[in-house]
């Protein structure tokens, strides 16, 4: 299995509302992507100073599941619609993962 | 629950040795923390383009847990040893979590 983080800093003209449309949109597309085993996203809790301002983390079987899920036209789609005009930094990173690792 | 993420870049000089070497300290810290439900690190995997070097995800009970985990001194004890020095950038985020949630 693979873990997929990716954080997110948005542009200053960002909104609640613009957020709140991208999880709503995030959620639906994992809902149509198979690949994903588990899939969460929302706003940093910022219960730490100097976090990302939104973050993602999925678990896929493996690397052709990371592809599938990343190279799928619902994720084109999210980031083009949405996600694509509102970032102004990215990071992210895969991670191996053994079953039951992360509960 | 909550989901605690960070990735990281490594300024130039950082070594396979050095990564190696932070792998088996945070293993051992984690060990140490029993306010971390579960935890995993290690170099990314890199099987997409353009990203981080190494990432970390933690899962805890709640804030509290979060708070005593990345304030611990053997946390603190890593980061002063090893990890600070290897630091360019980081990025970090924390998420809600529910039980089974990411497996």
């Given at each position: 299995m693979i873990l997929h983080l990716a954080?997110?800093?948005?542009?200053?003209?960002?909104t609640d509302e613009d957020i709140d449309r991208l999880t709503a949109a995030l959620t639906a597309m994992a809902a149509q992507i198979p690949e994903l085993r588990s899939y969460v996203a929302g706003p940093?809790?910022?219960?730490?100073?100097?976090?990302?301002?939104?973050?993602?983390?999925?678990?896929?079987?493996?690397?052709?599941?990371?592809?599938?899920?990343?190279?799928?036209p619902a994720h084109a789609?999210?980031?083009a619609d949405l996600m694509g005009g509102m970032l102004a930094d990215r990071a992210a990173a895969q991670l191996p993962l053994t079953e039951g690792s992360l509960a």
């Open positions: 954080s997110f800093r948005w542009v200053d003209s960002v940093n809790l910022h219960l730490r100073p100097g976090g990302m301002d939104y973050a993602v983390a999925a678990v896929v079987d493996g690397e052709a599941g990371l592809h599938a899920y990343l190279d799928h789609q999210v980031y």
